[in-house]
């Protein structure tokens, strides 16, 4: 082969070339022989065309327009904007040039490999929750609005890659969520190519046919909405064309009943458009005038018509929602609509309608108008409320109102139905209204609520108000003495029971007890049974004499009984009983609270004689 052919005439590469290189020397000739190995080591050069071409032979796959987009200053990024769903394959364009090949370069770009990453914030890829990047099909990508940058990589026949870095700036494509909607009225175009047109913008072609004097015969004379109006992907575009100006004799519809004259229009060629009614002395459903082209048929015409008169009733005030409605209903007029408003009238009176009155056309719309009484505010407790309850008894609830929060508060509404609910851990736990309260549930939890209706919106209105009840032991213990009547004596109308000992009779008061059958007990609302332990006995020397009339004895200036203890007189439990003298011996019982109550009994102690 000659010598400049080796590298460009050879088809693939990995082949041994041998070239000799000869001389003629006196001798003779001289050669010396150099193996030479052509290998492809150079990948294509990728080249994408920047697509600034004649836009007329682009736009139909739905290229926009090529920008540069400065959002992001001082870096900026050269984009392609391109509508919804868009063909970017048939859009794309560019070169991959090989240098290696059967006598010119070799041409890659039907070999080239588009990869689409989607892009957030300042052109960064968007990555998944495992931080790699996201990747969309080159097919796909333009049905989904936003950016993307495209890489671009191919591999020669001697397996070189090569990876589009243009320089400095990849290529980035703007995705819009619009398409331009294309010319097709008055522009020439068929039905099919006008169909064609909008469906490639991805865009719903809908097609009317109307008669038309000036327009020929399956000529597209409208569109909506008009071209190069932006729109979303899938917009109906309507487009009319003719049916030409048609053959019709626009009959006399003057002073004809209504459902005569859409009966003649309709066998005359003609669309019945809009009844408007209007006040008339004439006949009801007379028509008294029309519009529209009376010359084309298909032509819609608008029809005006005498209206129907109807008599509105006044409503009275008693009345419900319902015979309200059925009273309009029944005078011809369409069901009206019901407002409710907060209004100083009782609630569901009705306080106004719409329209008033009297002779009104029938289509008429009304309204009728309700109270919803006065809005409620708040929730006010009954003024005999209290927060302390005694322990083991049942809340007996007092009773809430709802009051309209003006000055004089207006009850709205009386609420008894509280919720009681005592508290464990974070939860409060509902109890039955008869269920006894106690102070280890300490405080209750006094819940009103009240729902109510409110204008506009089937959502109640809720009122709430929370209240703390705290559950006490403040009552007293009662004792209970259990003793035959015919241990004691009843004397000098004395309230408590009256024993006489003759001194030395017994040793000690649980001889008396247990002589005379005296048990003692005591229980609390709050506790319950007393242990005997709580139950202490105390005895007091009287330092009087008992008044014949009085039950209590002769008092002090300070109002109470002179008494003393035994410990003041020298005597102790085991030797008053031989002292005589007079008693009081109480029994004294005591709750957790520290309440304490006593049963008192008065013992005379005397000498054998006085004592029988």
């Keep these: 082969l000659p010598v400049d052919s080796v590298n460009t005439g050879f088809s693939g590469s990995g082949r041994t070339f041998q070239i000799t290189y000869t001389a003629e020397a006196q001798t003779g000739p001289i050669s010396v022989t150099r193996q030479v190995l052509v290998e492809d080591t150079q990948a294509p050069i990728i080249e994408p065309t920047f697509l600034q071409f004649d836009p007329v032979s682009v736009r139909p796959y739905g290229y926009r327009d090529f920008d540069v987009d400065w959002n992001y200053y001082p870096e900026s990024f050269y984009v392609h904007d391109v509508n919804c769903n868009a063909n970017w394959q048939m859009i794309d364009s560019g070169t991959a040039w090989d240098t290696c090949g059967e006598g010119t370069p070799t041409d890659y770009w039907d070999d080239v490999e588009v990869t689409v990453r989607p892009l957030v914030g300042n052109y960064i890829p968007e990555q998944d929750d495992e931080g790699n990047d996201i990747f969309v099909p080159v097919e796909e990508f333009t049905q989904h609005p936003g950016r993307y940058r495209l890489d671009y990589t191919v591999r020669d026949a001697a397996g070189n890659e090569s990876t589009y870095t243009s320089d400095p700036y990849f290529r980035y494509v703007r995705v819009m969520d619009t398409t331009p909607v294309p010319v097709v009225a008055l522009s020439g175009y068929t039905r099919e190519e006008a169909e064609e047109r909008v469906s490639a913008a991805h865009l719903i072609p809908v097609v009317t046919e109307e008669y038309h004097a000036w327009i020929n015969a399956g000529a597209i004379f409208s569109q909506d909405p008009a071209a190069g109006v932006f729109v979303s ?147 006010i407790l009954s003024a005999v409320w209290e927060n302390n309850i005694e322990c083991n008894t049942v809340w007996v609830d007092p009773g809430a109102i709802v009051s309209a929060g003006s000055d004089i508060v207006e009850p709205v509404a009386i609420i008894q139905a509280a919720e009681i609910a005592y508290k464990d851990g974070d939860d409060w736990i509902a109890v039955a209204s008869d269920t006894p309260l106690h102070t280890d549930f300490s405080p209750y939890r006094i819940t009103y609520r009240y729902e109510y209706q409110q204008p506009d919106t089937e959502e109640l209105g809720v009122l709430e108000t929370e209240y703390l009840l705290n559950v006490t032991d403040m009552e007293y213990p009662e004792v209970t003495v259990d003793e035959s009547p015919d241990s004691f004596k009843e004397i000098n109308d004395i309230d408590y029971p009256y024993y006489l000992f003759a001194k030395g009779q017994y040793g000690h008061w649980n001889e008396v007890e247990q002589d005379r059958g005296i048990t003692v007990s005591a229980w609390d609302l709050c506790d319950g049974d007393i242990p005997q332990d709580n139950i202490d006995l105390l005895i007091l020397y009287l330092d009087a004499d008992l008044d014949e009339n009085t039950d209590k004895g002769e008092y002090d200036d300070d109002d109470s009984l002179p008494v003393m203890s035994l410990e003041e007189l020298g005597l102790t439990e085991d030797t008053w009983l031989s002292a005589p003298g007079i008693y009081i011996v109480v029994y004294i019982a005591v709750d957790e609270a520290k309440n304490d109550a006593g049963s008192i009994r008065l013992v005379q102690v005397a000498d054998p004689a006085e004592a029988i």
């Design 233 to 379: 992907c899938g917009t109906e575009v309507h487009f009319s064309i003719s049916l030409g100006p048609g053959d019709c004799i626009f009959p006399e519809i003057f002073g004809m009943q209504i459902e005569d004259a859409k009966a003649a229009l309709i066998d005359a060629g003609f669309v019945v458009g809009n009844v408007n009614y209007e006040d008339s002395d004439a006949t009801a459903g007379t028509v008294l005038d029309y519009q529209g082209n009376t010359l084309v048929c298909g032509a819609i015409i608008d029809l005006t018509v005498a209206a129907e008169k109807c008599v509105m009733p006044a409503i009275d005030t008693g009345a419900s929602p319902d015979d309200a409605i059925a009273q309009i209903v029944d005078a011809g007029f369409a069901e009206p609509e019901v407002i409710f408003e907060w209004h100083t009238y009782p609630a569901n009176t009705l306080f106004g309608q719409f329209p008033v009155p009297g002779e009104q056309l029938c289509n008429t719309p009304s309204k009728i108008y309700f109270s919803l009484g006065l809005i409620p505010v708040e929730i």
